[in-house]
């Protein structure tokens, strides 16, 4: 299973990762505003290569098992050239700022008080 997974990925470049990216933010519950805001910051933070590797990151980050996961994730990210310290970067870079895009991406936040 994980190799038919693994085949279904291949994101081709920055704008498709953007995409995918963007309709998982939506199926987790973003409005299409939260999650552009959030595209925007990512964009600002992380590189080409790295929004890709989320892009190729996410259907293993939604599952429930995290356990099995994580490891048939690192091994997708290193058949694609991806090394152990990008993946735990590019992740760290995500977690740094999640706070900050919820504070500034948040239609609740962005609501005037009244």
């Known amino acids: 299973m994980f190799i038919a997974l693994a085949a279904a990925l291949l994101v081709a470049d920055a ?36 929004l890709i590797l989320f892009a190729e990151m996410t259907p293993f980050l939604d599952r429930q098992d995290y356990a099995q996961a994580l490891p048939e994730a690192l091994q997708h990210a290193d058949s694609l050239g991806y090394t152990p310290g990008e993946v735990a970067d590019a992740f760290a870079i995500a977690y740094e700022h999640a706070e900050a895009v919820e504070k500034k991406c948040s239609e609740d936040a962005a609501a005037p008080e009244g």
Do not use: I, N
């Open 15 to 50: 704008a498709e990762a953007q995409t995918m990216l963007l309709e998982a933010c939506e199926k987790q519950g973003g409005t299409k505003t939260e999650c552009v805001c959030g595209m925007e910051v990512a964009r600002d933070k992380l590189s080409d290569r790295e």
